[in-house]
């Protein structure tokens, strides 16, 4: 935020700091001006509030400038931009409309943060419609005032094109479907003829704006009873993203409400030779939208899609699981206080198996279009050489989530006894296995570990040859899996390349002097006089003196006879001391009662 600030002063776009007065009158580029506002102060990442105070500064910077305050700090006077000051003179600059937009920026990113903040509080529905009426406001009179003969056709067509987008979404907002939909239409009509009238890069921006435009125009369209619209929506939806921001919500919201009515006629699904009833009605939503997904997934354009839509359909996987779940513990419950004990598995926790396996196998497919999406980047060449590449390690993980998700799929609650379920997941496993082995094998290649990988091949092969036996008896069973033949072919020139690989760099490898290979520990101090290349010279641990030093003889001192001193037994000289014998009736009372001993 304090950045922005900073940053505010620095950027003086042409219509902020000086008059934009050409031959044709007071021009303005309203949408590009929004649209660089937007993008450097938060909308980039859909802050509403910090666009809003942004405006706020860029307000206040404005009526500075031009000296066009609203009163002082003690009293309040309300002044406006009219027709007829644009008509004198002394007004003559552009900044006296950028006033105007800006005032209704700021009343439209307030309506759209309290947009955000009303999925929790529902009370600030009634506060967004009114800024949002506010904004609308703003923009009819910044296109009456641009009626004005001094401004320039241009600024005359995107003021219009403006009030009409402010207007439909004041309408959307009120589900009034008809009038939303003219407004938008008016806005797209200007905003194509503008496209095709101007050079390149504005028209990028104008087409932008269209494309924003226009699943509003078919959501709206949709709620005028075309049925056409929806399934337009749901391929924008499922294909290309769908409309973001205001329109996300919704779209979502008309999707589910349109399955949900479908749903009413669902009443079960065969899965491995049983049917089960669903009573669920988000598991009924969910099994009735998979077919759309998982259509749509197989026409993606590109992996970015393909994986987006991979994730969208997880989460509403998950989130059915754990209705179902919720369910079960009901169920559980139930059972406990009935005291039944039957052996056979209940419906309902055969569908949360159905529902499970369709996660688990998503998470495969999805994995597997990861893995293919690296290898084609592993195979192609690196012209930055500063970027990091793909490496076979990244894909070597993709495969042990592979692995590890078929491992769960052969543990499923109510398919221990299908023998047929089994060895499918058995087989799969062998498939995902031998990939796995293989980029194994190529991340042993890159550090030149020949024996390695080529035992790693072997085993490849191996895994492959096991599974194409296999396969004969489990028809129609690699039909959703890579190909193993492809994998074999490439294995088999694989171990040709390493194999001569192998051989070059066994005779490229240039023989060292032979003082370099005689090894000698002498440290550097003692072998002065004598010639021998050591590399450990210049590494980090030069061999130059030995340390620590070994221990040498040294004279002892007299100090360390002191310390035996106690511990010596020196001889008894009693008998060479003078006695002196004790006389007096002292020294007799003294020996009678001891007192001398």
Known sequence: MASDKQNEGKI????????NTTEDGIGLEILQIIKDSQQQHGLRHGDYQRYRGYCSRRLRRLRKTLGFKCGNRHKFTGKKVTVEMLSDNRYSDNRYLLLVLMEAERAWSYAMQLKQEANTEPRKRFHLLSRLRKAAKHGERLEKLCESPRVDAKTKLEAQA??????????FELQEWKAATEAFNKCKTIYEKLASAFTEELAVLY????????????YCAYNIGDQNAMNELMQMRLSAGGGGGMMAEKLEALITQTRAKQAAT???????????PVKIDKARIFLLGLGDNEAAIAQAANEETKERLYETLLAECRDTIQAVREELKTEAKQRERSDEASGKVSNLQFLHSYLTYIKLWTVVKRNESMAHMLQAKLKE???DENKRGPRPQDLIRLYDIILQSLAELSTLQGLEEDHTFQKEVALKMLVYKAYRCFFIAQSYVLVKKWSEALVLYERVLKYAKEVQSKAKSLNNSLKDLPDVQELITEVNAEKYSLQAAAILDTEDAPEAPSQQKVKDNTPLCERLETFHLDPTLVG?????????????PIPCKPLFFDLALNH???PPLDDKVEQKGKGGLTGYIKGIFGFGS
């Open 12 to 19: 003086l776009p042409m219509d902020e700091n000086k008059e």
């Open 162 to 171: 403006y009030t009409s987008y402010l207007s439909g979404m004041v309408r």
């Open 207 to 218: 087409h932008q704006r269209v494309e924003e435009i226009s699943p509003n125009i078919r």
């Open 266 to 276: 669902m009443s079960e699904v065969e899965w491995r030779g049983r049917t089960v």
């Open 381 to 383: 060449p690196q012209t």
């Open 540 to 552: 980090k641990q030069p061999n130059l003196v030995q340390f620590p030093p070994d221990f040498q």
């Open 568 to 570: 010596v037994a020196f």
